[in-house]
């Protein structure tokens, strides 16, 4: 079964950065994408950015230009740069990738999340 791994967040001051990693093990095929997702208190969990196995990537409105979303697919590991932090950016980041793996019954396709690191921007 695939995991995944998150690291780096953290408490920052507005107009700092933080990078976000995610690393994914287990019997892994493929990673065809992995994204960034976060959930504030009282929000439905919404989408940060997202990349694709081929390096496109896609990002909400409101982190173009502030956020970068990487990936090194030797690591199976996805990063996200985020510069330039706001208090609306304070929130749960959970990490998902989707692919296919070798399961107990041969290949079979994935969805996974991460267990969720906390960002928190605040003065």
């Known amino acids: 079964q695939v995991q995944l791994v998150e690291s780096g967040g953290g408490l920052v001051q507005p107009g700092g950065s933080l990078r976000l990693s995610c690393a994914a093990s287990?019997?892994?095929?493929?990673?065809?994408?992995m994204g960034w997702y976060r959930q504030a208190p009282g929000k439905q969990r919404e989408l940060v950015a997202s990349i694709t196995i081929g390096g496109s990537t896609n990002y909400a409105g409101s982190v173009k230009g502030r956020f970068t979303i990487s990936r090194d697919n030797s690591k199976n590991t996805v990063y996200l740069q985020m510069n330039s932090l706001k208090p609306e950016d304070t929130a749960v980041y959970y990490c998902n990738a989707e692919g296919r793996e070798w399961g107990s019954r041969g290949i079979s396709n994935y969805d996974t999340w991460g267990q969720g690191t906390q960002v928190t921007v605040s003065s």
């Open positions: 287990g019997s892994i095929i493929s990673i065809n994408a």
